[in-house]
């Protein structure tokens, strides 16, 4: 039986929630700027994840693994954003920015042991 991986399914449910915040931008606020921004990066978070699950090397694999992060952080700065710009409340905001961080914390957790294990082989 194959174990569950945690940062593939997190993102992923990350990924189903910014197209939802997406929708609600588009359809209710009637914003179209940040919301494709948050929708690019919000939802590549997950597709880099999950395209290191097939990673050809340890730095293949890192690299994958590092534009996540990268994606993760530009994530959070436009959820800072529409909340600031009251896009979005003060609660949608600390729900969905305490996974963001959550996957952030993974990642780095994950890129970090790669890294070590990587030079430890050398």
């Not at 039986?1 to 910014?18: G, Q």
């Not at 600390?94 to 957790?109: A, F, G, R």
């Not at 970090?112 to 990587?118: A, F, G, H, Q, Y």
Request: aromatic residues 10%; positive net charge; glycine residues 2%.
């Amino acid at each position: 039986m194959k174990k569950e991986n945690v940062i593939v399914n997190k993102s992923y449910k990350f990924a189903v929630r910014i197209i939802k915040l997406y929708k609600y931008l588009v359809d209710d606020k009637k914003e179209y700027v940040i919301s494709k921004q948050i929708l690019r990066s919000g939802t590549s978070i997950g597709a880099n994840i999950n395209e290191a699950q097939s990673a050809e090397s340890n730095s293949d694999f890192i690299h994958k693994f590092s534009i996540s992060a990268k994606e993760i952080r530009e994530t959070a700065y436009w959820l800072n954003l529409l909340k600031d710009t009251l896009f979005i409340d003060e609660k949608s905001f600390n729900s969905i920015k305490k996974d963001c961080d959550e996957i952030l914390k993974i990642i780095n957790s994950i890129l970090l042991t790669t890294r070590e294990n990587k030079i430890g082989k050398q």
